[in-house]
């Protein structure tokens, strides 16, 4: 069995195909002798209680609170994407046309995402201006947006 892979996954798909190769397994023993560890950014995540916490704390409205925790997911997959983005570029053993294709459809994963962020953000101005937030609220808002 042959798995072709690159990136952050190369080591745990080599370490199952060396499993696979010294003695046939099911996959139950595979999986038992699968090992995963977390970097200290993965740990520290893990350790977050809600990011969303602070949102819904606000004293705002729930359309505005859903609102915000869905420009705060889209910024995180756009960050995630761009990532990926610098890591095919970097990644010195892939082919010219691979890493072309890759980057083409992660390109095309960023306008998309950019562009449910604009709207997003067009739809909660327009959302704040139709609630009639306090002034107060409304800079609850725009910090939790940029936040």
């Given at each position: 069995?042959?798995?072709?892979?690159?990136?952050?996954?190369?080591?745990?798909?080599?370490?199952?195909?060396?499993?696979f190769n010294a003695v046939e397994q099911t996959p139950e023993q595979v999986r038992e002798g699968l090992r995963v560890s977390l970097s200290?950014?993965?740990?520290?995540m893990a350790a977050k209680p809600d990011e969303n916490e602070d949102i819904d704390g606000s004293d705002l409205p729930q359309a505005i609170k859903d609102l915000l925790k869905m420009i705060r997911e889209l910024r995180a997959q756009i960050v995630e994407k761009q990532a990926q983005v610098e890591a095919i570029?970097?990644?010195q053993s892939l082919d010219p046309e691979t890493k072309r294709q890759q980057l083409e459809?992660?390109?095309?994963?960023?306008?998309?995402?950019?562009?449910?962020?604009?709207?997003?953000?067009a739809n909660l101005i327009k959302l704040m201006r139709e609630n009639g937030l306090s002034s107060e609220q409304m800079q609850t808002a725009a910090t939790l947006a940029m936040g």
């Amino acid at each position: 069995m042959r798995i072709q892979s690159t990136g952050p996954l190369n080591n745990l798909v080599e370490g199952v195909q060396r499993q696979f190769n010294a003695v046939e397994q099911t996959p139950e023993q595979v999986r038992e002798g699968l090992r995963v560890s977390l970097s200290e950014l993965g740990k520290s995540m893990a350790a977050k209680p809600d990011e969303n916490e602070d949102i819904d704390g606000s004293d705002l409205p729930q359309a505005i609170k859903d609102l915000l925790k869905m420009i705060r997911e889209l910024r995180a997959q756009i960050v995630e994407k761009q990532a990926q983005v610098e890591a095919i570029m970097s990644d010195q053993s892939l082919d010219p046309e691979t890493k072309r294709q890759q980057l083409e459809a992660l390109q095309t994963e960023l306008a998309s995402l950019n562009s449910a962020l604009t709207t997003a953000n067009a739809n909660l101005i327009k959302l704040m201006r139709e609630n009639g937030l306090s002034s107060e609220q409304m800079q609850t808002a725009a910090t939790l947006a940029m936040g």
